[in-house]
């Protein structure tokens, strides 16, 4: 009961920077065309799903941050707003949310993967699947 109540309070002290959060236009990345930047220095892939959706299964290397926690995790990605940014969901609607958190705080070259993740899946790219775990840190910054 705890729990839930923790996890309520947290959720409506981050509903005003989503609903303060501008629509940004996205540069559209292409399945095939993220897969060769896998690993690349100056990319980052944000998969803000939930984090049982990114345990089932997710593009190699992403990091989850869920869109409802953008806002109070901005800490993690700062080592992120000088670098490429490819956001994905599952079906775009909270890639648009967290891509205007992200935009509000200074992220300027934010990407969103055409498809989100069942495009990459449906291409038979590669993902990854992990036990669910605490939240890690992002992205270290410089």
């Known amino acids: 009961m705890m729990k839930r109540l923790l996890a309520l309070c947290a959720a409506l002290a981050v509903l005003p920077a989503l609903a303060e959060a501008p629509a940004v236009p996205l540069e559209p ?50 080592g992120a707003k000088d670098k490429d940014v490819v956001l994905y969901c599952r079906s775009g609607r909270r890639v648009e949310v967290a891509a205007g958190v992200l935009a509000k705080n200074g992220f300027t070259r934010l990407s969103h993967l055409e498809g989100d993740f069942p495009a990459w899946s449906k291409a038979g790219l590669p993902t990854q699947a992990t036990a669910p775990a605490a939240p890690a840190t992002a992205v270290a910054a410089p």
């Open 29 to 78: 990345v292409a399945p095939a065309a993220l897969e060769q930047r896998l690993g690349e220095a100056d990319l980052v892939v944000l998969d803000v799903r939930s984090a049982e959706e990114f345990a089932a299964g997710h593009v190699p290397g992403a990091i989850n941050v869920p869109y409802d926690q953008v806002a109070g995790r901005l800490a993690e990605l700062a």
